[in-house]
T-cell receptor, first 114, second 107 residues
Framework: DSGVTQTPKHLITATGQRVTLRCSPR?????VYWYQQSLDQGLQFLIQ???????AKGNILERFSAQQFPDLHSELNLSSLELGDSALYFC?????????????FGDGTRLSIL | GQQVMQIPQYQHVQEGEDFTTYCNSS?????IQWYKQRPGGHPVFLIQ?????EVKKQKRLTFQFGEAKKNSSLHITATQTTDVGTYFC???????FGTGTSLTVIP
């Protein structure tokens, strides 16, 4: 158990819809990362938050947004969903968000767009 | 932009054979991390390399960081079925994960 909690585990929805994925980091971790993993693909970095503030942004679409709340949990919002958004979405956390710290991953949310 | 290539993409080995995956960057890396993702699971941190030429071992796993800090390798000696999974290198300062090498071990 990594200590990172992601909900829901599975999400099935239709094109054009909007969903929210939730992540609770490990106790004491201030930094949260979001990744997208498509079939047979590596992990694509989306965005990083540190202590409530956006720290780094990767290949995140304009239809996607995220935030980190005062209690340090984070949400990833995906809107105007397309078939290509079907993927496994991982959240990871680390202590201070420095690049010399390991990231601890949750079990992921599997998003299926019909 | 940052280019980090990982090869091979897939590797099938007989149990007991050795396995190596390579990670190559077009630019110098400050550090590199390795993760393992079991089928149906999430990536799990294995190790971090920081120093030029660094070599670290974890039981049957040997990790190396190149002298120029542009490449790294993971070598598994005498693979076991428990080694099955995808191994990713990561350049954390670029938030980059390699495409991974999927290892299948045939009993």
């Amino acid at each position: 158990d990594s200590g990172v909690t992601q909900t829901p585990k599975h999400l099935i929805t239709a094109t054009g819809q909007r969903v929210t994925l939730r992540c609770s980091p490990r106790s004491g971790d201030l930094s949260v990362y979001w990744y997208q993993q498509s079939l047979d693909q590596g992990l694509q970095f989306l965005i990083q938050y540190y202590n409530g503030e956006e720290r780094a942004k990767g290949n995140i679409l304009e239809r996607f947004s995220a935030q980190q709340f005062p209690d340090l949990h984070s949400e990833l919002n995906l809107s105007s969903l397309e078939l290509g958004d079907s993927a496994l979405y991982f959240c990871a956390s680390s202590g201070q968000g420095q690049d010399n710290q390991p990231q601890h991953f949750g079990d992921g949310t599997r998003l299926s767009i019909l | 932009g940052q280019q980090v290539m990982q090869i091979p993409q897939y590797q099938h080995v007989q149990e007991g054979e050795d396995f190596t995956t390579y990670c190559n960057s077009s630019t110098t890396l400050s550090n590199i991390q390795w993760y393992k993702q079991r089928p149906g699971g999430h990536p799990v941190f294995l190790i971090q390399l920081v120093k030029s030429g660094e070599v670290k071992k974890q039981k049957r796993l040997t990790f190396q960081f190149g002298e120029a800090k542009k490449n790294s390798s993971l070598h598994i000696t005498a693979t076991q079925t428990t080694d099955v999974g995808t191994y990713f290198c990561a350049a954390p300062n670029q938030f980059y994960f390699g495409t991974g090498t999927s290892l299948t071990v045939i009993p």
